[in-house]
């Protein structure tokens, strides 16, 4: 959509609008608006930024601050006018210009020789052009756009009528709020496509949820779809939600034009592209006839696990618009299109038992026992079912034929049962009131669902608690694991947290399986942790709700663990992503007697309760960044990560002009092949690496 010199242009605006941050004078505004755009579709549809975060948060800045002086300079695709439009009341139902058809589906190579046979015999041609683009697995958008504006944003609903749900479309930064279709003489337009939630958001989505006490989502598509129909922007627009557009179904306008409208579908995709849309242009291929249609599938399917979205099959279509209109539509679907459904990371399982689970913060979680069942290439056999809540929602009974997934490297969830199924000997699913493992009843507070054990010496918790505490993302002591810690549990050689640091060597000596290597490989492991960075230490010590982006926020904060103990529950709360909840469980932890006393008795014991400064003068790094790709075989992707910023460097999010060192690992895939178009960036190996590390 920018050239080269439009770029160039661009950026040298930039950087002079940059100067006069704090004082700009209106005469800049339409270019500040340009200059934000221009970074926002950098950012969001390139995924390769050109400036920092830091520079954009300025000039965003400043744009508020001329409009704020004067309101009746806003415009609604303002890049301000995204955010800030609060509450929703409720989402009033709109009809689609055109019917949202959904597509016919195909699951292997017969299917799509059939359909291919039938637009033969239909057009009369003897090889077809077609169109082969991912099957985005998010949830249908209808966008219009009235004369170069964006108007309206609706889900797919019936497929007739739709929600308008324009505010949360605007939260989506990939979705211009303005586009030059007068160029091309459209005066209104709609456009689909699907809101997607890539995995990495997911995933931190995922987790959040989890740290919070609640069940985690099956899949992305249920995480955009949820989020489309969320009453509040502010909320929306933090889930970081992505749009791909990919079909143009509604046209008017005039003869009065400067480009000509593309006649094909390949085409509108390149048009989308230029006017800052992000299509799959640069997913989609173009091919003749079938046989290619169904090699390019196989290669696409291949590296679908590489892809930074869930997809669940591949689109074909024809790309002749014209041929598309001749061969027209059956009741349900275009004859033109098809979609081709890869194999199905669902399975069908059935619910033979239940056991409930003691967690270190006491809370119990039934654990269904399955008949083990193939999904996604593992076999599942348990599957945890959270609390009495979602095992009611999910309508669970002892004996249930259930729907099982598992989306990428998520653990899997349960879809749904099927009611529809029971034979009538199925039963319900009782709790227990007491502990499992220590007996004590249990309770239930009015605003959770989960049943909790509240005796803190329960031995389910504190076994719990210290298998935590030594997992690899937290104090990460190397050959300890969970087996060991039980079994030193049940032998007596800890009883608490810090007893691991007293183990001695007269303990371990002699013990089944501990030769006098892995004796002094477990003491030099639990000796080396006691340096973990501070993020670490705080994630270990199990806090509430404290997960690992949470314990990150909180090292951040403060020099030494022990500030903590000062922090009001209003300071935590005005925390990056700490709310009431968490603010409140972290302010607990901090005034507990026992769990000072721990912390005292960690510190004597040489654990390091601080952080180490962090200067980005001193580190030879300094000012350096860096990314990591494909698999490391000398240090781990985070102690690497790690080294970088202890020594003044920076880490990258992706491959962009700004990256001075991409580090390449074993199997490095598109980063390697993305940077290696950027001559700036050097590219070096772990060797490398290491070498410039100070000894
Ligand atoms: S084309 C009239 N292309 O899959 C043609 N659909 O059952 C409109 N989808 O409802 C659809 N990726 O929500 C098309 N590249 C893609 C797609 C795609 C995902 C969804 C869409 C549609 C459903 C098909």
Not at 49 to 73: A, H, T, V
Not at 294 to 303: L, T, W
Not at 351 to 362: A, E, H, I, N, Y
């Amino acid at each position: 959509m920018f050239d080269q010199k439009q770029t160039i242009a661009l950026q040298e605006q930039t950087s002079s609008l940059l100067k006069h941050t704090g004082n700009m004078p209106v005469s800049n505004l339409e270019s500040l608006r340009n200059v934000l755009r221009f970074h926002e579709y950098r950012y969001y549809v390139l995924n390769d930024p050109l400036i920092s975060d830091f520079e954009y948060d300025n000039l965003y800045k400043e744009l508020e601050r001329i409009e704020k002086k004067d309101p009746s300079l806003i415009t609604t695709d303002s890049p301000t006018q995204r955010v800030g439009l609060g509450l929703i009341k409720d989402f009033p139902k709109v009809q689609h210009l055109v019917p949202m058809l959904s597509l016919e589906n195909s699951y292997n190579a017969e299917d799509l020789y059939d359909w291919d046979r039938k637009a033969r015999e239909l057009s009369g041609l003897a090889e077809i052009e077609y169109t082969v683009e991912p099957k985005f697995d998010g949830a249908s958008i209808s966008l219009i756009y009235e004369n170069d504006l964006f108007a309206r944003g609706a889900t797919r609903g019936d497929g007739e009528t739709g929600d308008d749900i324009s505010p949360n479309i605007r939260q989506i930064k990939s979705v211009p709020l303005s586009a030059h279709f007068n160029e091309y003489g459209i005066e209104q337009v709609e456009i689909r496509g699907e809101v997607l939630m890539n995995k990495s958001n997911f995933k931190q989505y995922n987790e959040r949820l989890m740290e919070e006490g609640q069940p985690p989502l099956a899949n992305p598509r249920n995480a955009a779809a949820g989020s489309l129909r969320i009453k509040d922007t502010a909320i929306v627009s933090k889930r970081n939600l992505e749009g791909f557009l990919y079909h143009v179904s509604y046209i008017t306008g005039s003869n009065k034009r400067k480009k000509e409208i593309p006649l094909t579908h390949s085409g509108m995709l390149d048009m989308l592209w230029e006017l800052g849309f992000r299509s799959p242009k640069k997913e989609m291929q173009v091919v003749t006839g079938i046989e290619a249609v169904i090699s390019c599938i196989q290669n696409f399917e291949a590296r679908r696990d590489d892809l930074p979205y869930e997809i669940d099959g591949m689109v074909i279509k024809v790309n002749d618009i014209a041929l598309q209109e001749r061969l027209g539509m059956t009741s349900h679907h275009p004859r033109w299109a098809i979609a081709f459904k890869f194999k199905a990371r669902q399975a069908t399982s059935k619910l033979l038992s239940v056991s409930f689970q003691v967690g270190r913060t006491g809370a119990i979680t039934p654990v269904a026992k399955i008949e083990p069942v193939q999904v996604g290439g593992v076999t599942v056999s348990s599957i945890s079912i959270h609390n009495e809540e979602y095992i009611r929602e999910k309508d669970l009974m002892l004996g249930d034929v259930i729907l099982i997934e598992r989306s990428g490297d998520v653990i899997p969830q349960i879809v749904k049962s099927m009611p529809e199924l029971r034979k009538g000997d199925e039963q319900l699913i009782r709790f227990p009131t007491n502990c499992p493992v220590c007996g004590d009843a249990l309770f239930k507070t009015a605003d959770e669902a989960v049943w909790r054990c509240i005796n803190i010496n329960c031995s389910a918790q504190v076994v719990e608690r210290i298998i935590h505490f030594v997992s690899k993302d937290a104090m990460d002591i190397r050959s300890f694991g969970e087996a060991n810690v039980r079994k030193f549990y049940n032998l007596g050689l800890f009883k608490d947290i810090p007893g691991i640091y007293e183990l001695t060597i007269q303990q371990l000596q002699g013990l089944d399986g501990f030769g006098e290597k892995s004796v002094q490989n477990l003491l030099q492991a639990i000796e080396t942790s006691k340096t973990q960075p501070l993020h670490r230490l705080i994630y270990a010590l199990g806090i509430r709700y404290v997960g690992e982006t949470t314990a990150k926020t909180l090292a951040q904060q403060v020099i030494n663990l022990f500030d903590l103990k000062g922090y009001s529950k209003e300071k935590l709360q005005q925390m990056d992503d700490v709310g009431i909840k968490v603010a409140g469980s972290i302010y607990e932890f901090f005034q507990n007697h026992d769990n000072l006393l721990m912390l005292e008795k960690l510190e004597t014991l040489g654990v390091k309760m601080y952080k180490e400064e962090l200067s980005v003068t001193v580190g030879n790094l300094n000012g350096q960044t860096f990314l990591f790709t494909g698999t490391l075989t000398r240090l781990k992707r985070s102690d690497a990560e790690e080294r970088v910023e202890r020594n003044g460097g920076k880490i990258l999010g992706g491959v962009s002009s700004k990256l001075n060192y991409l580090v390449v690992g074993e199997d490095a895939g598109s980063k390697l092949e993305k940077a290696k178009k950027i001559p700036a960036i050097n590219i070096i190996t772990e060797e490398d690496f290491l070498k410039m590390l100070p000894t």
